[in-house]
């Protein structure tokens, strides 16, 4: 298996990881390759254990040449699928099987844009947390490198075209990565993004204080409210139970108290840096979001309230 894993940040590593671990030979596709060096992957568990191995891929690139993969996978932000160097790197991937985890309400149509084969386009979820180390002076992990987490039974998900879903998910469990595929994934991936930066953006608003979001959940319950009725408007469908969660205050409430128990790390710490380093992203989405619901005549006022902040 020949796999190519386009960035290098926190979540391309621990894939890159999972897929050497399954005799693939992986390859990472980024704009400055003297900046990727071996990298001390850290594996979170319960009770403080850990266990810790070495990041090491065949090769790191900034263009393919006549490099050919079956299978790649693009880990960079919806906000750079539009950058030149990547719109000129996609159109050498060839006949490969394409994976875009990004969650955006219009990023299929960015993925598109690329020149993708549709029949070979697979959606992904991504159900881990990742970030660079250490998060903290504090922080129970101290080595420079890459500490990750996956939560309990959450695997990540792929939707699309059979075949080339199985062969992603084949890869990715050969190297001890919970993978499933699962129908109508697009749909699940859009609507739980939609709630989640909805929240974490109200967390920022609140300090990234998840006692301060707690005490005053209004705009964060307001705005997931509204952004889950854009969504569904657009995708002609109902939100699924689990995104609309957030829009009910006692549960947002009980999830802020329990989050800082049930998560291996600080919590607070890893939502201000790794969201704070993905603000544009999130600009993009919320305003995405601001403008659809415009143009289908809903209230955004909350969302804009949001979207101001970022």
Known sequence: MRALVVGAGAVGQVIALHLARGGAHVTFAVRSPEKVKPTTMTRLGWFGRATTSTLSVNAVVSTLGDRRFDVVFLTVPSDALESPWLVSLAKSFGDAVVVGLQPGLDDRARLLALGLDEAKLVRGLISLVSFATPLSPTAAVQAEGTAYWFPPFSPFAFGGPKAQVDLVVKTLRAGG????????????????????????????????????????????????????????????????????????????????????????????????VHFTKVAPQSRLLLGELVTEGRRLGLPVEALENLLAGV
């Open 177 to 272: 990565l919970p993978s499933v595929r699962r129908e109508g994934l697009e749909a699940e991936v859009i609507f739980f993004t939609a709630a989640l930066l909805v929240t974490v953006r109200a967390l920022e608003r609140h300090g990234w204080s998840l006692r301060e979001l707690r005490r005053d959940p209004a705009l964060s319950v307001e705005a997931s409210a509204q952004a889950l009725a854009v969504t569904a408007k657009r995708l002609g469908r109902p939100a699924p139970l689990l995104p609309t969660l957030p829009t009910r205050p006692w549960v947002l409430k009980v999830a802020t108290s329990l989050a800082p128990l049930v998560v291996p790390f600080d919590f607070e710490t890893y939502a201000r």
